[in-house]
């Protein structure tokens, strides 16, 4: 598959680079003449400042020739700002990044052009060669006899001119017969790699559309690589796709911190003749930094939804990178700075030009860094390179793939103990799923076993505790379970259940209890993984 997809996904990736170079060059141009228009209003000051008959006239043009420059800074800065700021608005879309469409090819081969050759060659005329009949009295004086002789020598060259053109006329049709068997030859190759193409393309839909992992991942890596961005940010992304629960997983590359001005404003000082950069808040550059982020996570996930058909994915989960350097260390490194997974259901309830993209991530459950500018990792629920060379584009998430060897459970994010709950369930045969964090009715997973008999849907609420759990919790969790119309309920939790929850839950009978040990147990067995779980005292027998 990966040869066929080579045909053409190089061809489509050149496309995309050489949109991406012609939008650089674009802005590039748009920016080479805002700096003409400048030049040339600085030059008519000048001129003005030049013809000006005292100094002090002089001297007033060259003060506003130099606040004109740091305007010109200053509105630099702001259009860079507006740029950023508008990062999810310019993704907006209702019509597919990249359609298979767009990916045929449907260009031409250029027409056959003889050229010359295409020409006959004109054949000689006798009239060029036909000498002039003697007039009276030539004739009277022998001009007969000499007009015989010339036409005779004139036959003799128009014979040879004749020949010579056959000869010619020949050569030329050799040569345009060379000629077109050269261009039919060009053309077949030509249409033959069309076909070629466009019937990887054919075959790549049908891929798509069947859930073939590696070529709905390298859809998603077209739709990314056709997506534009502005100057400053990398374009390196990867992507997996798992087709049991119909998830797109996203890698991508974010901006570096640079990419926010540190410059708010530029002024002209006159008493030093200079002009001075008024800097940025640092509130401001990491509220602004937090914001980029997130819209490119919005953004990429949108895109990728509005690209594939729900059949195929249902799911996106986004990782967020960024290659810095280590100002402790000097060393390089990658934190991961933001995670978020959206399903389509979910997602296309949103109004992508109206909402709050720190607090929409929010509501998402995301994994975003505390201080994404500082470069302040969070922990991921699944480790990339895990899913690229031991699933081969097929497992699914691997919690513990991110842990540490003897990982204390205590030292987990809220979020993450609970995925790693969910992670449990799905290796014991179940299908799960974790909820939002905002309005999820004290739902932290749902899990749904598939059997005819034994089956339904389970709540599960993790608890990720250092003291007892007591009975108000259990009583919850039964309340949820008759709202939902649960068959079961479970409640997880690193510590212990209080006698009165455990006697509520007998009482009940449809819920059920795992605690630290149990819990230990579990991760032991299911997810091969040996943790710790640091109470602050030993829970009672």
Request: net charge neutral; charged share 25%.
């Amino acid at each position: 598959m990966a040869k066929r997809q080579g045909l053409w996904a190089e061809i489509q990736q050149e496309r995309a680079r050489r949109e991406r170079t012609r939008r650089r060059e674009s802005r590039e141009f748009q920016r080479v003449q805002a700096q003409m228009v400048r030049e040339a209003a600085k030059a008519e000051r000048d001129g003005k400042r030049q013809a000006a008959g005292s100094e002090r006239e002089r001297k007033k043009l060259y003060i506003e020739d130099r606040k004109a420059e740091a305007a010109a800074m200053a509105a630099d800065v702001r259009a860079r700002l507006a740029e950023l700021d508008e990062l999810l608005k310019a993704g907006i879309r209702d019509r597919p990044v990249v359609t298979f469409a767009s990916l045929r090819r449907t260009d031409t081969y250029p027409p056959f052009d003889p050229g010359q050759l295409g020409e006959p060659l004109p054949p000689p005329a006798w009239e060029d060669f036909a000498p002039a009949p003697p007039s009276g009295i030539g004739k009277i004086l022998g001009g007969t006899g000499r007009f015989e002789r010339q036409l005779d020598s004139a036959r003799t060259a128009y014979a040879q001119a004749v020949e010579q053109h056959t000869a010619a006329e020949a050569g030329r049709c050799r040569q345009l017969a060379a000629q077109r068997a050269a261009y039919d030859a060009a053309a077949a190759a030509f249409a033959a790699t069309a076909a070629e193409h466009n019937a990887g393309i054919d075959q790549f839909q049908r891929d798509c559309r069947d859930g073939d992992p590696e070529a709905v991942a390298e859809f998603c890596t077209l739709v990314m690589d056709s997506s534009l961005y502005p100057e400053g940010f990398p374009h390196h992304t990867r992507a997996v796709y798992r087709p049991d629960p119909k998830e797109a997983v996203i890698e991508w590359e974010l901006p570096p911190q640079s990419v926010i001005p540190l410059e708010r404003d530029y002024r002209y000082v006159a008493t030093r003749d200079a002009i001075d950069a008024l800097p940025r808040a640092e509130k401001e550059i990491k509220e602004r930094y937090r914001a980029v982020i997130t819209q490119v996570a919005l953004r990429t996930i949108h895109e990728i939804l509005i690209s594939s058909p729900g059949s195929v994915i249902e799911l996106v989960t986004f990782y967020g990178y960024v290659s810095t350097t280590d100002p402790a260390t000097g060393q390089p490194i990658r934190p991961l700075l933001l995670q978020v997974s959206a399903t389509r259901e979910v997602f296309s309830t949103y109004q992508l030009s109206a909402l709050d993209p720190v607090i929409c991530l929010r509501r998402l459950n995301a994994l975003v860094s505390p201080h994404p500018y500082d470069l302040e990792p969070v922990q991921p629920t699944v480790d990339f390179e895990s899913l690229l060379t031991r699933f081969k584009f097929v497992a699914g998430m691997d919690v513990v793939a991110g842990l540490d060897s003897r990982p204390d459970l205590l030292a987990m994010a809220p979020y993450e103990f609970e995925h790693l709950v969910r992670q449990i369930f799905e290796e014991m045969g179940m299908q799960a799923w974790n909820t939002q964090a905002i309005k999820d009715d004290g739902v932290d997973a749902v899990a749904v076993n598939n059997n005819a008999v034994f089956g339904g849907m389970c709540i599960i609420q993790a608890k990720r505790y250092r003291s007892a759990v007591g009975v108000e919790a259990i009583r919850a969790l039964a309340g949820v379970m008759e709202d939902k119309h649960a068959t079961k309920g479970i409640l997880i939790t690193t510590s212990w259940v209080t006698k009165d929850g455990h006697a509520f839950a007998t009482r009940h009978g449809r819920i059920e209890i795992m605690e630290c040990e149990h819990v230990k147990y579990l991760c032991k067995e299911h997810l091969g993984l040996d943790v710790l779980i640091s109470l602050p005292k030993p829970p009672p027998h």
